[in-house]
């Protein structure tokens, strides 16, 4: 450090030198231009018709602000943490940066970007002496918390074995080549860092024979600083699969376009072609943790073994978590501190498709605490791309407001830049479902509930693009430029500076159907409230009671998202953008309430609550000699089957009170399969929520939605009611007895299926 004093005074010195020469007017007239061109091409705009969407508008440009302010801009340094705003982690550099804030630049000022990669490139020869330290014989490995290019972190397990690092850094320099079209970069420099970097892939990972030659990443720690030390981390080996496609990729284009400029780099840092092949060897077996029965991704490789966080007992003063427990005890629960698997779907999610990344998003919202303001931006964005634009939304606001409302409580310390540019990328990543695929955009954008439009723009290889979105349609307009070749929900077509192009908004929740009827099942699973009882409107005027009570708005269309939600996600839903003004523990005591209200009012309940078709479904079921189970999301499931008259139907009854996850985790109906002794696979859920739908999804079964078709996409079929239930229609004939007997129909029957019938119900 000493070393590099004198030549930090003269920069200085040389920087006011030129400052006095030109006057503050000149100063002053290339700032006013600066921020003009910039605000130009951010183009922003939200429009909710109030002054909510004034004060998110406010709110994003404020954030925006600070990533203008803090970018880099002579390549000596990165951006850190807390920007230029306060002295919290004493102005380090993390992962973060190329992560987060570097791909806003990206869309909107790829010259703010350029410096930081020139400065990796400036420390690449520190990230090669951290290498070394980390005992890898050659190749560079960026450090995790640094200034200069060392290593400053003193935690190994969270900090050091972050080498997911080195993949967040090809990440950015990728986009940014992308977006600018700047290969000379890519050539002179960039080369050399995904050269470099790449090659510690192969000295942390193998070609593992017990799992039929995949490439496994040992003992290395993903984003989520809650697990530690584990084996084939998702984000961490996804992540290098496309940094280690990436660099090889750039060898052959580097080969063929600038042969000498390659020869010359093959010669300083000792590349063989050997080495290159190995890399996409690599790249192709790379192992991805994907659980079977839950039908998502794993976090690693013993993740998914470890037993549930109690998070029903953890009281509001023990978050952050870390704060108050041993990194040891977090270690070894499913517990995620921040988004970490998902972050790869939004990241490099092209490899699932989105019913897959659906169930991902389901099963690790319920275990992520976000302690980490990193967390929010992912699952906004991932949320938009599911379906989930109530979640979206609310992802959204928490990120977009984490300092100004001070949400993490230390925004005294500095400003959160990750969490301010993660406002920017839900607002265009998430709702405009911007993409950049083999080096070309693409958007899939939504409408936020309660918005009328919003407007971004981007600049994408030189050209200025705006983005505009109602509840009809997307409009693209290029501003200037050659006519570029964009996606709209999958379309591809040409964009032209002449005419804006108009498209219609896709469908978030079309997830192609599996399941064909009639099938072989051997058990039906029933939901209660909405599908064999009318309960669900004493919930529903608890809930509406509460809200009134609270002062909050209330709407049928609130009332139909509380479907199949428990309570606890239930009262979110309710509080809206209210619910930051709460604490857990105020949440419990209106949770309560709301309970009270309910509890009351199933005093009534009675035989004449049942609701048309059940009763029928239920012995029709009972007398072909299927197995018959409930999975309910209400507490009170046991009493309301009796006071209904139906309890002697099943075989059992799973509640809400029995399970550690409620719907959409599949928990709840893989537990009453399990109870019935009868394989998921064999069982077909019938539900009218849409959460429900999607945990019977998830837990490997067939599903029938009651209800609305659209709202219930998912489902493999949907009847309006159970008064259309007609079992043949279902259950493969071959399953069924003789309504007039009761012993198990005959294994040897080659009853033939009546082919002339068909499927009551709308085939999604």
């Not at 030198?17 to 061109?37: I, M, N, P, S």
């Not at 230029?84 to 550099?93: A, I, S």
Request: negative net charge.
């Amino acid at each position: 450090m000493r070393g590099r004093a004198p030549r930090t005074r003269w920069r200085i010195w040389n920087s006011l030198d030129v400052a006095l020469a030109r006057g503050f007017d000149a100063l002053g007239g290339e700032q006013a231009e600066t921020v003009a061109t910039y605000w130009a091409r951010t183009d922003l705009v939200i429009d909710t018709g109030d002054v909510q969407g004034v004060r998110d508008e406010q709110a994003l440009r404020f954030n925006l602000f600070h990533l203008f302010q803090s970018a880099n801009r002579d390549s000596y340094g990165g951006i850190a943490a807390k920007g230029l705003t306060g002295e919290g982690y004493e102005g380090h550099v993390f992962w973060d940066s190329e992560t987060f804030v570097l791909p806003v630049y990206a869309f909107i000022a790829p010259e703010l970007m350029k410096p930081s990669l020139v400065w990796r490139h400036h420390t690449l020869d520190r990230a090669r002496m951290h290498a070394r330290e980390m005992n890898h014989a050659y190749g560079a490995l960026y450090p995790w918390r640094t200034i200069a290019g060392d290593e400053c972190s003193t935690h190994y397990p969270s900090g050091s074995a972050q080498y997911h690092i080195n993949a967040a850094v090809a990440f950015a320099l990728r986009l940014y080549v992308d977006a600018s079209g700047d290969r000379a970069f890519l050539h002179e420099a960039g080369a050399e860092i995904l050269f470099e970097t790449a090659r510690i892939w192969l000295q942390v990972g193998h070609f593992s024979a017990r799992r039929n030659g995949a490439f496994c990443i040992h003992d290395v720690t993903g984003p989520d600083e809650y697990t530690a030390l584990i084996d084939n981390n998702y984000y961490t080996n996804r992540m290098a699969q496309e940094h280690l496609r990436y660099a090889a990729a750039v060898a052959r284009e580097l080969a063929a376009q600038e042969p000498a400029v390659y020869a010359a780099l093959s010669r300083k840092i000792a590349l063989s072609e050997s080495e290159i092949a190995d890399w996409s060897r690599a790249a192709e077996a790379a192992y991805l943790p994907y659980d079977d029965r839950l039908q998502i991704v794993a976090q690693d490789d013993t993740f998914l073994d470890k037993p549930m966080w109690n998070f029903a007992g953890t009281p509001p003063e023990k978050y952050p978590l870390l704060m108050h427990h041993h990194p040891l005890t977090l270690y070894r629960y499913q517990v995620c501190k921040q988004a970490d698997a998902l972050l790869a779907l939004v990241l490099a999610g092209d490899n699932l498709d989105r019913a897959a990344r659906r169930r991902c998003f389901d099963y690790y919202e319920a275990i992520t605490v976000h302690d980490s303001t990193l967390s929010a931006s992912t699952f906004a964005i991932l949320a938009a791309d599911v379906g989930y634009a109530d979640k979206a939304q609310r992802y959204f606001h928490e990120t977009l407001r984490v300092d100004l409302d001070d949400l993490h409580k230390n925004t005294s310390h500095g400003v959160h830049m990750a969490a301010m540019a993660g406002s920017w990328l839900a607002l265009s990543w998430g709702f405009g479902g911007l993409r950049v695929n083999a080096g070309k955009i693409g958007f899939d954008p939504i409408l936020p509930g309660g918005w009328r439009g919003y407007r971004f723009g981007i600049v994408w290889q030189g050209r200025r693009i705006g983005v505009a979105v109602d509840a009809q349609a997307a409009q693209y307009t290029l501003f200037d430029g050659a006519p570029l070749e964009i996606a709209h929900a999958g379309e591809r077509f040409w964009l032209n500076a002449s005419a804006p192009s108009l498209r219609p908004l896709g469908d978030h929740l079309a997830v192609p159907a599996k399941s064909k009827f009639p099938g072989t099942f051997e058990a039906l699973i029933f939901d209660l409230d909405g599908v064999l009882a009318d309960t669900a409107h004493l919930h529903h005027a608890a809930w509406k009671r509460l809200a009134l009570e609270l002062g909050l708005p209330w709407d049928d269309g609130i009332g139909e998202r509380l479907k199949g939600v428990d309570r606890a996600a239930s009262l979110e839903i309710v509080l809206g953008a209210a619910a930051n003004k709460y604490t857990k523990t105020q949440k419990q005591e209106l949770a309560d309430r709301k309970n009270g209200y309910y509890r009351a009012a199933i005093e009534t309940i009675s035989s004449q609550d049942l609701l048309p078709g059940a009763l029928a479904a239920l012995q029709a079921a009972r007398a072909a000699g299927l197995k018959i189970a409930l999975a309910s999301a209400s507490r009170s499931a046991s009493e309301l089957v009796e006071r209904i008259g139906v309890a002697e139907y099943f075989d059992h009854v799973v509640d809400s009170a029995t399970i550690a996850q409620a719907k959409p985790d599949p928990e709840i109906f893989l537990r009453a399969a399990a109870a019935l002794g009868v394989n998921p696979a064999a069982c077909l859920g019938i539900e009218d929520a849409r959460a429900g739908v999607t945990a019977i999804k998830s837990a490997g079964m067939a599903a029938l939605g009651i209800g609305d078709a659209q709202v219930l996409c998912e489902a493999d079929a949907v009847l309006s009611d159970l008064i259309q239930f007609d079992l043949k229609n279902f259950v493969a004939q071959p399953q069924l007895q003789d309504p007039n007997r009761l012993e198990p129909a005959n294994e040897n029957d080659t009853h033939a299926r009546d082919k002339s019938k068909t499927v009551v119900a709308t085939p999604l």
